[in-house]
Each structure stands twice: as C-alpha cells, then as structure tokens.
C-alpha cells in the first residue's frame, strides 16, 4: 500500500516567491495534519483537517500561510511570500478514523524547503 | 516552559546497555502518550503507546508517572540500530498531538 506521499522532496526557491507543498493521504484515512520541523523549534503542528474541514490552524504562523484540502486525497499549504524564516521539513500525516487512543500517525517523507 | 519537554542528548550508549531518559508534560488534562521514532532525514514512526500501567514491547518498556507528569522509554540490550531520535509526544482534548523536541539517542561498539 502506497503510504502518504508528498511532493517535492525538495524545495529551493527564493525570498518572495510563493510555495506550495503538496499531500496525498493514505486511502481511508479521514484526518490530515500538517506539521513543520527545525532544529530550534522541534516539530509544530501548523493546521489538521478531519473529514477536509480544518480544525485546528492555530499554529499557522501567520496570513503568508494557507492550506486547504478541497477532497479527501489532497491537500496543499502554500506559503505567500515565503521568507527564508521559513526555511524547514514539512511534514503531511494521516490518520485512520475511530483510532481512539491509538493515535498513529503516518507520516510523509517530508518537503525540505530552503528559501534564500 | 513547554508543552512537552525532553532532554536533547546525545546519550552515548555502548551497545548492549541499557538506556532510559524522560519527558514531561505540563498539561495535566492530557489523555494519551506516544514514544515515536525518527531516523536521521527521515519521518517520525510511531515506536509505542504509553499506556497507565506500564506496557513492554521487546526490548522498549514505556511507563508513565501521571502525579509527576511524566513518561519514560527504556531500552534495553541496546543495538546499533537503535541509533535515531525519540520523540515524546502527548494528547490533550481533541485530536491535536504535541511533539517534544526529540531525545537524541547514539549506539555504539
């Protein structure tokens, strides 16, 4: 079974431009989570969908940030400028429905996007 | 302070020793806890649940201390392919999940 797949792996681009990283969940799976990773800051959650209706985009850092998830096998964050602040390992991860306290998460193999 | 918080390492393991580091949490309402893996360049994997009695799997025993407010992984008879990153990570209400900053673990010869 394919696992969830992100594109690109990587990502150069330059200060201002915009950026979109794109996912598609495992096949089932109802709950979509994107998270963003640095070496200072860990792993953040930045938005999670359940059903394609984002729940939580608290951790979006700010309006240059956007995701949407028009049906349940893709989802897209775009970053509008992008800054070199931004510069990180997105990670996209699904999750079945009904898991209860099991929460696994699958996890893609990231986008690492470097803004110069 | 953090929502959850680990000691970043390294520890330096000599293979076949026995290893165990901590992670606390500072919500008290929190209901679930994970122990993930991550290899170097690569995404977490789910390693175990932490459940409230103490659970084993193999060589990993996870425990979980709720009037201190923390957990544990202790990894037994180390192997050199336990070398990776652990990351704790905890449930509150709702489905969002908070990662720690990862405990970074190296095996050795």
């Known amino acids: 079974d394919a696992g969830v797949i992100q594109s690109p792996r990587h990502e150069v681009t330059e200060m201002g431009q915009e950026v979109t990283l794109r996912c598609k969940p495992i096949s089932g799976h109802n709950s979509l989570f994107w998270y963003r990773q640095t070496m200072m800051r860990g792993l953040e959650l930045l938005i999670y969908f359940n059903n394609n209706v984002p729940i939580d985009d608290s951790g979006m850092p700010e309006d240059r940030f956007s995701a949407k998830m028009p049906n349940a096998s893709f989802s897209t964050l775009k970053i509008q400028p992008s800054e070199p602040r931004d510069s990180a390992v997105y990670f996209c991860?699904?999750?079945?429905?009904?898991?209860?306290?099991?929460?696994?998460?699958?996890f893609g193999s990231g986008t690492q996007l470097s803004v110069l | 302070r953090k929502e959850v918080e680990q000691d970043p390492g390294p520890f330096n393991v000599p293979e076949g020793a026995t290893v165990a580091f901590n992670c606390t949490y500072s919500?008290?309402?929190?209901?679930?806890f994970f122990w993930y893996r991550q290899d170097c360049r690569k995404e977490p994997k789910l390693l175990m649940s932490v459940y409230s009695s103490g659970n084993e799997d193999g060589r990993f025993t996870a425990q979980l201390n709720r009037a201190s407010q923390y957990i544990s992984l202790l990894i037994r008879d180390s192997k050199l392919s336990d070398s990776a990153t652990y990351l704790c990570v905890v449930k509150a209400a709702g489905n969002k999940l908070t990662f720690g900053g990862g405990t970074r673990v190296l095996v050795k010869p």
């Open positions: 991860a699904s999750r079945r429905p009904g898991q209860g306290g099991n929460e696994k998460l699958f």
């Open positions: 919500n008290s309402a929190s209901q679930s």
